[in-house]
């Protein structure tokens, strides 16, 4: 069974199909989820509560690829996941001003912006990545997979260690670095109590590849 999970986008899909989907990932042993934007603009709401779901508390890394302009529900939806990857011809559009209160504070983090005026209308791959909002950007053409190497590189790591990555992330965000510092201390003195632990020790004085079992 794959350990990287990818969904692309339908005409005309619904949130709770996407985040029916989602969950089904959950249940087995994927590792790391990418959502591919869909070949058109026809997409189903995406209000914040679950643009907050997706990034606070569904427990796998969610990736979303995209090579087109994203506008409106399909760009919140992509605000909610973990990491973004365009290719060179890419855009999105934000518009702080229609976003309600959840996307417009998660976009506003992202960009390390203080108020959703400050929120620029429309983002180039380019801009977006100097900006912060996306990862990587390749060649036209080239975003899924570039999406799929990454994803192929993080589903090699422990389960629980990327898991809790998420976490320390989102958690720190908002808090003092002293804090945020602290808590990702205690989060790593957690997975010290695991057999995944263990694993990375003796694969690394074997000097062979680990094989996490997310325990």
């Known amino acids: 069974m794959s350990t990287v999970k990818q969904l692309k986008l339908a005409p005309g899909v619904h949130a709770e199909d996407v985040v029916q989907e989602l969950e089904g990932f959950t249940d087995g042993k994927a590792r790391v989820v990418v959502i591919e934007a869909g ?5 189903g709401a995406w209000p914040g509560e679950l643009v907050r779901w ?3 508390d569904y427990p796998l890394p969610v990736i979303f690829a995209f090579d087109k302009q994203l506008i409106g529900e399909e760009a919140a939806l992509a605000l909610g996941c973990d990491i973004r990857i365009c290719d060179e011809g890419a855009a999105i559009q934000l518009n702080g001003g229609t976003m309600d209160k959840l996307t417009a504070a998660r976009a506003c983090t992202l960009l390390q912006l203080e108020t959703v005026e400050s ?3 429309k983002l180039t791959g380019a801009q977006a990545l100097e900006d912060g909002l996306v990862s990587r950007v390749g060649p036209k053409g080239s975003a899924r997979e570039l999406a799929k190497e990454v994803a192929e590189v ?3 790591r422990g389960p629980i260690a990327t898991r809790l990555a998420k976490e320390a ?3 720190g965000l908002n808090q003092p670095l ?3 510092l602290r808590f990702e201390t205690d989060l790593t003195l957690l997975l010290q ?4 632990r263990q694993e ?3 694969a690394f004085l074997e000097k062979r590849p680990p094989k996490f079992i997310g325990e």
Do not use: C, S
């Open 169 to 171: 992330l989102w958690r």
């Open 54 to 56: 997706l990034w606070q």
């Open 200 to 202: 990375g020790v003796r």
């Open 154 to 156: 993080i589903a090699t």
């Open 119 to 121: 929120i620029p209308a």
């Open 39 to 43: 070949a058109t603009q026809d997409f």
């Open 193 to 196: 109590a695991t057999k995944d």
């Open 178 to 180: 002293e804090q945020a």
